[in-house]
């Protein structure tokens, strides 16, 4: 990638609205992410995988491409203290590059370095807006969720019709995906254009 910004064209130096929904989506909703591994993807400037850490993630891994990485590590040091302390439950949140052109092994993510080191949950905060990383998001997805044991937890905006039609088909192949009721399962109102997914890997 010769672009500074990054194949994204440098969004994830930005916060989105979708990132923005699925903190609070989590605040509300702590269960998801207390005591468990959880690994985001496009993480940006960090404020999703940080909130996982506040309230209770045993372990936060935040990836993103090269470019993206110093702001995420600065914004994780800067927050320290609200989720890294004697009374809190986080271990660590690190901040790694995955490119989903070429994404690293899961156990190169998780500092265990062993085969069994998947992550609880996954996390994907308003990722799709270029067609081209659809293919790639979902491979990524598909390669680290191993079987139904991994949730992955999706904040979406349909930006065009034929990437909606491209991501929600090669959604539904891979994985059993449910449209979370923010209002009715947390009490959570939101923008009509935003939708939650909740998905298990199909058997």
């Known amino acids: 990638h010769s672009n500074a910004g990054g194949e994204d064209g440098g969004t994830g130096l930005n916060v989105w609205d979708g990132a923005l929904l699925l903190a609070r989506y ?109 293919v790639p998001l979902l491979q990524t997805l598909k390669a680290y969720t191993k079987d139904a044991s991994t949730k992955v937890l999706i904040t979406y905006q349909q930006r065009g019709r034929d990437a909606h039609e491209e991501f929600w088909q090669g959604l539904h192949d891979i994985f059993d995906v449910v449209i979370v009721d923010t209002e009715q399962t947390a009490g959570l109102t939101k923008p009509d254009v935003f939708h939650v997914f909740e998905c298990t890997r199909k058997k």
Do not use: H
């Open 26 to 134: 989590l605040e509300k909703r702590p269960d998801i992410v207390k005591n468990k591994k959880v690994l985001e993807l496009g993480s940006g400037c960090g404020l999703v995988g940080i909130a996982s850490g506040i309230l209770g993630a045993s372990e936060v891994v935040m990836t993103d491409l090269q470019y993206a990485l110093p702001l995420m590590r600065e914004n994780v040091e800067r927050n320290k203290p609200l989720w890294n302390g004697e009374d809190l439950l986080c271990q660590r949140i690190e901040c790694k590059e995955c490119d989903w052109f070429r994404p690293p092994q899961i156990k190169e993510l998780f500092c265990s370095g062993k085969e069994g080191a998947n992550p609880d949950v996954i996390l994907v905060a308003d990722c799709v807006w270029l067609s081209s990383l659809i």
